[in-house]
Nanobody
Framework: VQLQASGGGLVQPGGSLRLSCAAS????????MGWYRQHPGKQRELVAT???????NYVDSVKGRFTISGDNAKNTVYLQMNSLKPEDTAVYYC???????????????WGQGTLVTVSS
């Protein structure tokens, strides 16, 4: 299983970016996909998740600014980030909780990080 993330970059405060993450490979079922971020010197934290039943969850600091969405047919999740702040600067990681085969337990899979820098 591979998770390919894209869409990071440099943006000014108040700007927008859209992250994408596509899961590929041997996938039987996906329970949820989401985004985490890691600030320099800090632990990775949850940003937003989206279940296969379209239930979303956000960390308080991004509510009202970020929107997570997905395309089940493409095993893809998006993160629309608006009104970006300097404190949103971090490496963003895509995550998927999935089964490769029907008999497996749910496993966590991670994409490579994509750097988001919010700076003037």
């Amino acid at each position: 299983v591979q998770l390919q993330a894209s869409g990071g970059g440099l943006v000014q405060p108040g700007g927008s970016l859209r992250l994408s993450c596509a899961a590929s490979g041997s996938i039987f079922s996906i329970n949820n996909m989401g985004w985490y971020r890691q600030h320099p010197g800090k632990q990775r934290e949850l940003v937003a998740t989206l279940t296969s039943g379209s239930i979303t969850n956000y960390v308080d600091s991004v509510k009202g600014r970020f929107t997570i969405s997905g395309d089940n047919a493409k095993n893809t999740v998006y993160l629309q980030m608006n009104s970006l702040k300097p404190e949103d600067t971090a490496v963003y990681y895509c995550n998927a909780v999935l089964k490769r085969h029907w008999y497996e337990s749910w496993g966590h899979y991670w994409g490579q990080g994509t750097l988001v820098t919010v700076s003037s």
